[in-house]
C-alpha cells in the first residue's frame, strides 16, 4: 500500500492568519517527505522537505513537521500571504519492491483571503 | 523557468487520434518522469525513463507508450484517444535514477480531447 492523502481539497484562510495543510500515508516505509506548491498554468514546484529522522524542518514562513507514529505530516505557513494561494502537494518517497517511487496525494487548494 | 520544457502547451483532439507530447529535461538530468493530472485527481504517475531506459512504471494504460531518446529528451504518445484522457501532462527530471529526493516539473501540456 503506497497511498498518500491529503483529506482536504480546499482550505480558506485569512491573510496573516496560520495555514495548516494535513496529510496522512499508510505506509511506514516511507522515509522522505515533500511538499510541492502549484500555481495556476504551471508545474508544481518543490517547497519544502523533511527526512524520516527528523520531526521538523523549518524555512523562513514555511514548516513542515512529521509526526511518524501517526503517520502524518503537516506543513505550516506563517504568515499567511496573498501569493501564497495555490494548490498543494504533499509526497512520500520510499523503495517498494525494489525500486524508489515517490508518491503524491490528491493535493490541496489554498486560498488566502485578504 | 524550473528548466524542463514540454511542448506544445495545450492540445485539443478528436477521439481515436493520436497524440504526442514532448519533453525535454533540465540540462544534466537523466531522469524523466510523466504523470497525468486529471480533474480533481493528484498527481498520478505514468512512467519513468533513466537514461533512455525505461525505469519503472505505473499507472499507464496500454494506449500510451513512451521512449527516451539518445539526447535526453522524452516523448509520451497517447493514441485511440478518449474524453477520459483530457488532462494536464508533467513530465518532470531528475539528475539519477531515484525519485528520493523529488524532482523538477515542466509546466505541463495540457489534453482536451472531444
Known amino acids: 500500500d503506497q497511498q498518500v492523502k491529503q483529506n482536504s481539497p480546499s482550505l480558506s484562510v485569512q491573510e496573516g492568519r496560520i495555514s495548516i495543510l494535513n496529510c496522512d500515508y499508510t505506509?511506514?516505509?516511507?522515509?522522505?517527505f515533500l511538499w510541492y506548491k502549484k500555481y495556476p498554468a504551471e508545474g508544481p514546484t518543490f517547497l519544502i522537505s523533511?527526512?524520516?529522522?527528523?520531526d521538523k524542518n523549518e524555512d523562513g514562513r514555511f514548516t513542515v513537521f512529521l509526526n511518524k507514529s501517526a503517520k502524518h505530516l503537516s506543513l505550516h505557513i506563517v504568515p499567511s500571504q496573498p501569493g501564497d494561494s495555490a494548490v498543494y502537494f504533499c509526497?512520500?518517497?520510499?523503495?517498494?519492491?525494489?525500486?524508489?517511487?515517490?508518491?503524491f496525494g490528491q493535493g490541496t487548494r489554498l486560498t488566502i483571503n485578504p | 523557468d524550473s528548466g524542463v520544457t514540454q511542448t506544445p502547451k495545450h492540445l485539443i483532439t478528436a477521439t481515436g487520434q493520436r497524440v504526442t507530447l514532448r519533453c525535454s529535461p533540465r540540462?544534466?538530468?537523466?531522469?524523466v518522469y510523466w504523470y497525468q493530472q486529471s480533474l480533481d485527481q493528484g498527481l498520478q504517475f505514468l512512467i519513468q525513463?533513466?537514461?533512455?531506459?525505461?525505469?519503472a512504471k505505473g499507472n499507464i494504460l496500454e494506449r500510451f507508450s513512451a521512449q527516451q531518446f539518445p539526447d535526453l529528451h522524452s516523448e509520451l504518445n497517447l493514441s485511440s484517444l478518449e474524453l477520459g484522457d483530457s488532462a494536464l501532462y508533467f513530465c518532470?527530471?531528475?539528475?539519477?535514477?531515484?525519485?528520493?529526493?523529488?524532482?523538477?516539473f515542466g509546466s505541463g501540456t495540457r489534453l482536451t480531447v472531444v
Open positions: 518532470a527530471s531528475s539528475v539519477g535514477g531515484q525519485p528520493t529526493y523529488g524532482y523538477t
Open positions: 505506509n511506514s516505509m516511507f522515509d522522505y
Open positions: 523533511i527526512s524520516s529522522i527528523k
Open positions: 509526497a512520500a518517497s520510499g523503495r517498494f519492491q525494489g525500486a524508489q517511487k515517490l508518491v
Open positions: 540540462s544534466g538530468d537523466l531522469s
Open positions: 525513463y533513466y537514461n533512455g531506459e525505461e525505469r
